[in-house]
Every structure is written in structure tokens, then in C-alpha cells.
């Protein structure tokens, strides 16, 4: 063994399906419906006020920050989510600013998890879970989301958890359960009914509920995020992730949060202050003040949290239409900016043996990418190694893109078709 291998807890998590996709849209640039972004610009008023933050008086916003959140931001969140809870949230210690929602998820699991906990996750699920529950020590314990329908339009609604399956999973070992609401890449938003059967087994079991909200405005009419934390008994067990990126449409921004009860906030904050300690400050007070002009304004047709879901829902319907027109068995989202497709009924017109990946939608993803011109990401990625199998015959395709591009995918799928 080589003195400088690779740390042997993150060993076979060395690869990565953006890292490779990433790559492979820059050696052959296809119209990228892979990676979960905006291609448009975000609402002016966030941009500007970075722009001012960068030009202004005040030069200590170019200097560090507290550690576990711009003062201005976590008041704003504070604001924005005693509402939403209904419990008044406490900014200095049941609030944490992060490097993206992706180092809330690490922070949170890695200050909780020791070694032997058990962690329930349910695949499809974003690809970072096990990945950090391992790393963490912990044993991930898979349960997927299954469908149910197999005729007829499909919805993410027609994915649904096993409750028995569910309820088997849960023990002493059990420390975690993490949920993501509206989900990815399914784009299912768990109802009342389901939340409370998840809920019902964490109190039973006393275990932490991780819910990862981070399109948490991103929501279909007539839909409706229920948060798992405003369910009876759920606020003491609950910590709940969101992010700017998603919020504002500034994913590279990179900055989210984390919100839950002063003693389980405690472990995510130890960790973030021994790993990022503080996040940018111009980009928090950016944020704070998005939040500021948008709160007012929460439910109201200017609000660009309810803006937002209806132009989406439009690009969504649009996808559906035509990734139906070309053959494929769309599953129509009922939130997020993902659209999962069987593309299993065009099989016969794609050569898979040109790639030589284990699983067949990284070949279809590929294939289509080199040849085509169009990328999706292959849904395989998002499930454990025991269900990849339930992924093969899908593809994901992002939606949040201007009306131009998803044209333009229309076109290359129909005329792809026609040949």
C-alpha cells in the first residue's frame, strides 16, 4: 500500500457523475439539459445588490464575517422562516450560513453520524448522501421510491414509499432519516399523509430528521410544500436545509442554510467552524437583501417565489409534451426543475455498444450526447448500488432553462426521431 493512497473512508467514492458530464459537455458541447442551473438571469434586484455591496462605502463587507452567518442574512432567515414554521427561530443558534446546501448536508450528518449509526435514505436520492453517511461512519440504509402506475400519464405522485418497508428499516441503530422535499430528481413533493408516516416512525425511534428543502419554493399548483418540521413533536428532531442558489436562481453563489433547534444545530455548527468557518460576506448581505424585499411580499403575484413555479410549470408542461412526442414516458413533476423520462421505447434506435459503461442509461446519456447533441444526466447515479437497476431506463433533463433552448432540445429530439 502507498503511503499517499487514497484514505480508505473515501475510498469508491472517487468518482463523480458531474465531474465526468461536466467534461464530456465541454469536449463535445451539446445542448446541456444535464446540470441543474438557470440560463437566464436571476431577478435584477439580487445582482444589483451585489453590485452595489462591491462599489459601496461600507469596506469591512470585504472582510470576514461572523462564522456561523452574516448577521444581516440570519436575521432575514429568522424572519422568513418563524413565519413559515410558526415558532419564533432563534438567528444566533438555530440558524447556519454555509457553502452551499451541500456543506449544510455535510455538516449536519458528519455532527451527527458516528460510526455504526444507521441512516435511512430513499433512492432516487441526490447523489452526496451515501457518500457523506459513509464517510461519516455511519451505514446507509437504501428504501426506494417506487412506481406504482404503468400506463397513462405519469406523475411523481405515482412514486410512492413503501410504509411497511419503511417502518422495517427503523431500530435502535437508526440515527437518521433523510428526506428531500420537493425531491430530486423525481420532483415528488411528499403530502401531509406521507410526511406524517415518516414523522410518526422518528418519534417512535427517536431519530433526527435531516429534510432537505433546498426547491422548497419550487412547487406546482396545486401542490403544496408541507415542512416536515411544523408536524407535531417534529421541531425538536428536525433540521431543515435550503439554499440561495435555488431560492434566487445563483447557484453559483453557493450559499445555504440550515435551520433546526439550538442542541442539534450545535453539532452542524462545530463541524462548519472546523471546516469553512465563515462563508463570503458580500454574497450573505447580497441574499439578506433579496430576502428583505421578497418577504413582504410572500404570497403576492410580484413575489418571485410564486412567480417563479409558474413560469416553470409552463417550461415543465412544454417538456413533457415534446419528450412525449419523440416516444419517451415523461414522469410530470409536481415540483423542482428535473423531469425524469423512460427512454427505454427508443432503444431500438440507439447503438448502446459504442459506450461501455455498466448501466445502460449512462450509455444512453452518452450516446446521445456524442451523437445527438443534447445531454441528460443518467438517473443511475441517484440510487445505491442494490437498485441502480430501477434507474437504467430513465434519463433526467433540467427545465429551468429559457424558452430558446428547450426549443431547441424539442428540435433535436423530433428531428433525431424522424430520421
Not at 229 to 244: N, Q, Y
Not at 265 to 278: E, G, L, P
Not at 281 to 309: H, R
Not at 326 to 349: N, R
Request: hydrophobic letters at 35%; glycine letters at 6%; charged letters at 20%.
Amino acid at each position: 500500500m502507498n503511503k499517499f493512497d487514497l484514505p480508505e473512508r473515501y475510498v469508491g467514492n472517487d468518482k463523480s457523475v458531474w465531474v465526468e458530464y461536466i467534461q464530456l459537455a465541454l469536449e463535445h458541447k451539446p445542448l446541456n439539459l444535464g446540470q441543474g442551473f438557470a440560463d437566464f438571469a436571476p431577478p435584477d434586484y439580487i445582482t444589483k445588490a451585489l453590485a452595489d455591496i462591491s462599489q459601496g462605502p461600507n469596506v469591512l463587507l470585504h472582510q470576514y464575517t461572523r462564522g456561523f452567518g452574516h448577521p444581516r442574512l440570519i436575521t432575514a432567515l429568522s424572519k422568513l422562516y418563524s413565519k413559515l414554521i410558526g415558532r419564533e427561530i432563534n438567528p444566533q443558534t438555530e440558524i447556519l450560513v454555509t457553502s452551499g446546501a451541500y456543506e449544510a448536508l455535510y455538516a449536519c450528518i458528519n455532527g451527527h453520524i458516528e460510526t455504526g449509526d444507521e441512516v435511512i435514505i430513499m433512492d432516487p436520492y441526490f447523489d452526496c448522501y451515501d457518500p457523506m453517511v459513509r464517510t461519516a461512519g455511519g451505514i446507509p440504509k437504501s428504501i426506494p421510491l417506487r412506481l406504482k402506475k404503468t400506463s397513462g400519464p405519469i406523475s411523481s405522485s405515482d412514486w410512492v414509499l413503501d410504509s411497511q418497508e419503511l417502518e422495517s428499516l427503523f431500530n435502535k441503530k437508526t440515527k437518521m432519516i433523510i428526506l428531500n422535499t420537493p425531491h430530486n430528481p423525481l420532483g415528488k413533493v411528499f403530502s401531509l399523509e406521507e410526511l406524517t408516516i415518516i414523522a410518526d416512525l422518528c418519534k417512535k425511534w427517536n431519530v433526527l430528521c435531516i429534510s432537505d428543502e433546498v426547491y422548497e419554493w419550487l412547487v406546482f399548483e396545486p401542490n403544496k410544500h408541507v415542512r416536515i418540521a411544523t408536524l407535531p413533536d417534529m421541531w425538536e428532531r428536525t433540521i431543515t436545509i435550503g439554499s440561495a442558489g435555488k431560492t434566487f436562481s445563483v447557484t453559483g453563489w453557493k450559499t445555504g442554510w440550515a435551520y433546526g433547534p439550538a442542541n442539534l444545530m450545535r453539532n452542524a455548527q462545530v463541524v462548519h467552524q472546523n471546516c469553512v468557518y465563515t462563508c463570503t460576506t458580500p454574497i450573505q448581505e447580497a441574499i439578506a437583501i433579496g430576502f428583505e424585499i421578497e418577504i413582504p411580499k410572500l404570497g403576492q403575484d410580484d413575489c418571485y417565489f410564486v412567480s417563479l413555479p409558474r413560469m416553470l410549470k409552463a417550461k415543465r408542461d412544454y417538456m413533457a409534451k415534446f419528450l412525449s412526442d419523440v416516444g419517451m414516458i415523461p414522469t410530470v413533476p409536481e415540483g423542482g426543475f428535473f423531469m425524469i423520462a423512460d427512454w427505454s421505447p427508443l432503444e431500438s434506435k440507439i447503438d448502446l455498444s459504442q459506450e461501455t459503461d455498466q448501466y445502460k442509461d449512462y450509455r444512453f446519456t452518452k450516446w446521445m450526447t456524442k451523437n445527438i447533441g443534447l445531454q441528460g444526466i443518467p438517473p443511475s447515479a441517484f440510487y445505491s448500488n442494490d437498485y441502480k437497476h430501477l434507474g437504467e431506463n430513465l434519463v433526467r433533463y433540467c427545465f429551468i432553462k429559457t424558452d430558446e433552448n428547450l426549443k431547441k432540445a424539442a428540435d433535436i429530439l423530433l428531428t433525431w426521431k424522424n430520421k
